[in-house]
């Protein structure tokens, strides 16, 4: 008989693959526009952009959502534009 256990308080829940990299693209995003567009923090970007490559991550699809989203926070937003590139992928 299978049964959820919980650690403390909390209720374990699973997040599948799938979400857990499209996470990943989120924040990755979120950081890159943050240092390019609103801190101008050129240095910032590099390290942001080395640890895509570091990651093996599409540029293609962060660029994306870099330029395919006009608020980054929208969450909605970002997974729409996400769920387009990935479907004409």
């Not at 890159?32 to 640890?51: K, V």
């Not at 293609?60 to 590139?85: P, T």
Request: hydrophobic share 40%.
């Amino acid at each position: 008989m299978a049964t959820l256990h919980s650690v403390g308080r909390k209720i374990l829940t699973y997040i599948s693959p799938r979400v857990k990299e499209q996470s990943a693209y989120f924040k990755i995003t979120r950081d890159i526009s943050e240092a390019q567009f609103y801190l101008g923090n050129r240095f910032q970007e590099l390290y942001l952009w080395q640890e895509v490559a570091d990651r093996d991550m599409e540029v293609s699809r962060i660029e994306n959502l870099l330029y395919g989203c006009f608020f980054h926070d929208d969450e909605e937003a970002m997974v729409e534009a996400d769920r387009e590139y990935m479907a004409r992928k």
